[in-house]
């Protein structure tokens, strides 16, 4: 298995210990729903895990929640409530969102403030190693002490300009250098110390998330290209500084940003649009394969023509599962035929999890098999639909067919009795069983003249 590294290209795939993969993603911060970008990013690592458990491998994926953070201080001085009250609800909400889009791989959801002995560990050790030295506002990070600051993302140090969530002050030794504890301010919450009372930097939660769990390194580190610099850079800086070792994570994979008008989707530009928004109008499965149906590296643009255009070849997708589902009586077990076409598809998932290629090849293996499906025997079918069930493992794309409902002779009987009312011209008899049929669960579709029809 290849996968596409950021700091060292493509790369042969080890695991680092036989058989386990210790995963990490960074999480969202608690203040807001999540925007359709953070959303593509979830889903593709929801993939990611379910695809290398199909694999063999035993997979950890962990995932961090920020739930102390300026932001979320800054939503609670605006409502007028707490710091918790406001983590809490947004951790929430998305929780639902996770489980609305069949997000279920992920093992651990650490939220940061339940980890402050961890990172205050992190943090006194660092000072001992003469990393990290005092200011009048909080503990900052030399990066400078870091020789290989600024690898991942390919940044000269002199030339790293403060900002872009690394804190300003003068009265830092270096520009750059990032906090690692910030002071009690007014009102602000805060939890006691070695150095007094205070609260976390942004970084250093995940290296003590990840330490305590995976240890001082793992197998995979996941998150959105934007998080590359700073974030990404200061959590290597921090915990090889600590460990000695070559590495934090074996593999980086980043997911590339979804714009919008032009843009960059993010909070902070406020042109984004959140993901509940588009659950209103889009199923789960077409939202999974709206991202899913790209290069998880490129940048996608979004657009609800885009959406739309996605969902149309969805259903081709889904209304020849249904056919196979009817031609071969029931289900396929799920590992069914995992010779021929089902060793290419997984060969194309093993190249950097190239899910563009293999919805690709799926719908040159749909065309075929509508094709043929009308002479197909159900021992064929089963086979097909064994492929199906496989990628949907790990996809989430397709809506099983149940055998509730309308049976399907009653189905098969009232469209033929529609397609008679249409063709003697009783438009209105013919519309009232078609929307009878919706109201059911039944959707129709006419093509070249032969009605298809799907449960939705």
Known sequence: MQIKDTMKGKTEFHELHKGRVNMFVCGPTVYDIPHVGNSRVYVFFDMVAKYLRTRGYSVFYLQNIT?????IINRAAEEGSDYQAVSDRYYSLYMDIM???GIDSVNIYARATLYMDEIISQIQRLQDLGYVYATDDGLYFRIRKFVDYGKLSGQDIDHIEAGARVEVNEKKEDPGDFAVWKFRKPG?????SPWGEGRPGWHIEDTAITECHFGPSYDIHGGGSDLIFPHHEAEIAQMRAISGLPILA????????????????????KNFITIDQVMRSHSRE???FYFLNSG????MIFSDAALKESSETLKRIQTTYDKLVIKAGGRASLYADRQGISQKLQGIMDNDFDSREFFAEIMKMTTEINRAIDSMDAESAASYLGIFNWMNSFMGIL??????????KLVDDLISLRNQMRREKMFSVSDAIREILFRNGIILEDREGVTEWRRS
């Open 296 to 299: 998880y590296r490129s940048t």
């Open 399 to 408: 809506k099983e067919k149940s055998d509730e409902g309308i049976p399907v």
């Open 67 to 71: 739930d102390i953070d300026d932001k």
């Open 188 to 192: 602000e919450p805060f939890w006691n």
């Open 99 to 101: 489980k609305s889009l």
């Open 250 to 269: 074996s593999v980086w994979m980043h997911v590339g940003m979804l714009n919008i008008n032009g843009n960059k989707m993010s909070k902070s530009l």
């Open 286 to 288: 077409e939202i999974r």
